[in-house]
């Protein structure tokens, strides 16, 4: 029998040798359990798009890259932040499932994607912002809450943006513009709060007039693309006939033009030579008036049918009437008949 003490008086008691191994397998046992313990506890793995934030009673220590790390048990916590992965906020709707077709949610988000624009009519905003962690310890001490923060910096720039513009520019033609507004404020506010984020990209997903408004909203659609159907058309036409009456006053222009120019130098040639013939004729009047006279029978006479040529008093008219009619019957059938 073995002896041990008592712990209340100080007594021997008596052990048998059995219960004193048992008590030495349990603090055997219960001595692995305990270092099983610390070793799980000391031991974590950060993944490869992971780092690990580790902390001393709170403080920040050191930042655990990927793979096995360790840390004092009970005395040092860690905290995995996804740096190298990219993360995303919804706005007006949640994805409830992810795949090849995913299924969405929008009830109950509207009070985050109801917007006022700058014409004052409303617009339902759903938007997604992508976004990537660049300084874990920013992330983590910086800033409370730091995603809850980005929300809220996220719809006031939404807001912001959206407020500075017309309705229709936000539902078309502005999409665009709107998100690269949104991104580079969002991205101002990161930096000034120094939140460690950075901002990737910012997608318009849906916008719609809200649904009590929504059939007098496309009504106005309708109407303003009739509108733009008929101006386009008129515009058409324009371009078909204007062209077309344009180049027609030209050319008749340009061979009024032609004609004036034609009638110009005709009639400087007429005058040339008028002024030319005049010249000659101031220089032999005699001679000249002869020659007219000679050119203008010349032209005359084979005109005229029967000739007789008398004298001043009208004399000698036979003999000139005999060798006529002679000359007559000499000629052929043709000639006679002219």
Request: charged share 25%; hydrophobic share 35%.
């Amino acid at each position: 029998m073995s002896e041990i003490k008592n712990p209340f008086d100080g007594s021997d008691i008596n052990v048998p040798p059995e219960f004193k191994k048992l008590l030495a397998n349990v603090k055997t046992i219960a001595a692995g359990i305990v270092g099983v313990i610390l070793l799980f506890t000391s031991i974590y793995t950060v993944g490869p798009e992971e780092v690990g934030v580790v902390q001393r009673f709170g403080e920040y220590v050191r930042t655990a890259e990927p793979g096995l790390n360790f840390k004092i048990p009970f005395t040092e916590s860690v905290r995995i932040v996804p740096v190298e992965r990219q993360l995303k906020q919804e706005f007006g709707y949640r994805t409830v499932e992810s795949g090849v077709q995913s299924r969405y949610v929008k009830a109950g988000y509207g009070d985050e994607s109801l917007m006022l624009t700058g014409d004052l009519n409303l617009a339902d905003v759903e938007w997604v912002v992508q976004y990537r962690i660049t300084d874990p310890y920013n992330y983590l001490f910086k800033v409370r809450n730091p995603e809850k923060t980005l929300r809220d910096m996220s719809e006031a720039a939404m807001r912001q943006v959206v407020g500075n513009r017309t309705v229709n520019e936000v539902l078309t033609i502005g999409r665009a513009s709107v998100a690269a507004r949104v991104q580079e404020i969002l991205q101002e506010l990161n930096t000034e709060y120094e939140t460690g984020v950075r901002i990737e990209q910012v997608v318009l997903q849906d916008i719609n007039p809200p649904d009590p408004v929504k059939p007098s909203f496309n009504a106005v659609n309708e109407a303003q693309q009739q509108r733009e159907t008929l101006i386009n058309q008129a515009r058409s036409e324009y371009n078909r006939v204007i062209p077309r009456a344009r180049g027609e006053a030209q050319q008749t222009i340009q061979q009024a033009e032609g004609y004036a120019i034609n009638r110009t130098n005709t009639a400087e040639g007429e005058v040339a030579a008028f002024v030319a013939l005049h010249r000659e004729y101031l220089t032999a009047q005699e001679i000249t008036k002869r020659r007219i006279y000679y050119e203008t029978m010349q032209n005359i006479l084979p005109k005229i049918g029967n000739k007789v040529i008398t004298d001043q008093d009208g004399g000698n008219v036979l003999p000139l009437l005999q060798m006529q009619m002679n000359g007559a019957n000499s000629l052929n059938p043709n000639q006679q008949n002219n």
